[in-house]
């Protein structure tokens, strides 16, 4: 089995930082792509950013130039750099992780932190 362990949320005023990690751990052949996603109270989950472990990523407009991401594939870890942070921000953070196994790649999602951005 394949466990993703989310760290780093909070609550922080706006304008202020925070660094989300997820570390994966378990079987793991491989991972192909790793990301964070978000959800915030009555809207869906959406795409915040996504790396490959060449290293090739994809970040939603509302967050690129304040939120880089990053991966060490030695430890099977995905971080984000969330800067500038505004309310519109508040949401549940995922990891998420595409993760080679025997039989194929299989989608394995994190537990989910909450950050808050308030005054």
């Known amino acids: 089995q394949v466990q993703l362990v989310e760290s780093g949320g909070g609550l922080v005023q706006p304008g202020g930082s925070l660094r989300l990690s997820c570390a994966a751990s378990g079987s793991i052949f491989g991972i192909t792509t790793m990301g964070w996603y978000r959800q915030a109270p009555g809207k869906q989950r959406e795409l915040v950013a996504t790396i490959t472990s060449g290293g090739s990523t994809n970040i939603a407009d509302s967050v690129k130039g304040r939120f880089p991401i990053s991966r060490d594939n030695a430890k099977n870890t995905v971080y984000l750099q969330m800067n500038s942070l505004k309310p519109e921000d508040t949401a549940v953070y995922y990891c998420?992780?595409?993760?080679?196994?025997?039989?194929?790649?299989?989608?394995?999602w994190g537990q989910g932190t909450q950050v808050t951005v308030s005054s």
């Open positions: 998420k992780a595409d993760v080679k196994r025997l039989a194929g790649i299989a989608v394995y």
